[in-house]
């Protein structure tokens, strides 16, 4: 079965600077999907960013990186030039490309707190 | 339709009383998920419908637990006779996909249980 590990509950960062969450997953197959999402309090969840594991290609939208690392089995999300707004609970999740309804895998979560 | 909606947003109960809470998709999505949230955790997977299909379940889905989605419209969540390790947030997302895994879930606000 797969799993995903965020090993860090909580998180901080000023306005403006960068910070990197981490995540680790283990799986056994080569083709599958990874994810981020953002669920600040009391509001629904939001992708952040999404990885597609047969591409090299690390993905970027706006602020927000990941640092995929196949072999390693890591997935890390930077987000540079810190905002008051990003401070909400981030998830890592993984989805296997097998079958056309697999369910998401979440991570714990890790809570980002952004100070001013 | 601008995103998946969920009633009632907070329910508070008794233990040993029945809820039900409500999903409507996003209306061209033909896949929607169910997942719990418990305080501090990711999201965890408790069942998945293909149109009016109920394709998988989980194995945190008691006997308690049933879920509907009649014409693969709107779906819905009962509890049976709840106990307080029910007390959750309730999650529901939808998707419009055929098969690909890469295709995002978009969650709605979930549903709070407080079983008292």
């Known amino acids: 079965a797969q799993t995903v590990t965020q090993s860090q509950p909580e998180m901080s960062v000023q306005e403006a600077e960068t910070v990197t969450l981490s995540c680790t997953y283990d799986t056994s197959e080569s083709d599958y999907y990874l994810f981020w999402y953002k669920q600040p309090p009391s509001r629904q969840m939001i992708l952040v960013i999404r990885?597609?594991?047969?591409?090299?290609q690390n993905a970027t939208e706006n602020r927000f990186s990941v640092n995929f690392q196949k072999a390693a089995k890591s997935f890390s999300l930077k987000i540079s030039d810190s905002q008051l707004g990003d401070a909400a609970m981030y998830f890592c999740?993984?989805?296997?490309?097998?079958?056309?309804?697999?369910?998401?895998?979440f991570g714990k979560g890790t809570t980002l707190s952004v100070s001013s | 339709d601008t995103g998946v909606s969920q009633d009632p947003r907070h329910k508070i109960t008794k233990r040993g009383q029945n809820v039900t809470f409500r999903c409507d998709p996003i209306?061209?999505?033909?896949?929607l998920y169910w997942y719990r949230q418990t305080l501090g955790q990711g999201p965890e997977f408790l069942t998945y419908f293909q149109n009016e299909a109920q394709l998988e379940k989980s194995r945190l889905l008691s006997d308690r637990f049933s879920a509907e989605r009649p014409k693969g419209s709107f779906s819905t969540l009962e509890i049976q006779r709840t106990e307080q390790g029910d007390s959750a947030m309730y999650l529901c997302a939808s998707v419009r996909g055929q098969s690909s895994g890469a295709n995002v879930l978009t969650f709605g606000a979930g549903s709070r249980l407080t079983v008292l």
């Open positions: 209306s061209e999505h033909n896949r």
């Open positions: 990885q597609e594991a047969y591409k090299q």
């Open positions: 999740a993984y989805r296997s490309a097998m079958g056309a309804g697999t369910a998401l895998i």
